[in-house]
């Protein structure tokens, strides 16, 4: 059975740093492009950033460039995200997904997710 799970999560202060990992079992991440994306409370869940399969492009929604860092390490099968300098508008969510392979070269936006959701895993910034 395939399956995604996200750790790494936590309750922070704004300015801190985070590093969420992401795994799957069943299922082979270097097979796909892969990315993150958050849902905040009341709201849908967005695409955050993105891998494309080969490794070699990575997108990143507007408001985390700079901030965020998206990687995969294919040999261990897992995807991570740094995040520094974090903001309350960042509580959310998180969840990573893998992608059909061709995408994430040119843009973040309409990612078809090819993974079974997972749990996800809670980032709260306090002020």
């Known amino acids: 059975q395939v399956r995604v799970v996200e750790s790494g999560g936590g309750l922070v202060q704004a300015g801190e740093s985070l590093r969420l990992s992401c795994t799957a079992y069943g299922l082979t991440l270097d097979d796909f492009a892969l990315a993150w994306f958050r849902q905040a409370p009341g709201k849908e869940r967005d695409e955050l950033s993105c891998?494309?399969?080969?490794?070699?492009?990575?997108h990143y929604l507007d408001s985390v460039k700079g901030r965020f860092t998206i990687s995969r390490d294919n040999a261990n099968n897992m995807l991570y995200l740094q995040m520094n300098d974090l903001k309350p508008e960042d509580t959310a969510t998180y969840y990573c997904a893998a992608v059909t392979r061709s995408e994430c070269k040119t843009t973040l936006q309409n990612l078809h997710v090819m993974s079974p959701w997972g749990q996800g895993t809670q980032v709260t910034v306090s002020a």
């Open positions: 891998i494309s399969f080969t490794g070699r492009s990575t």
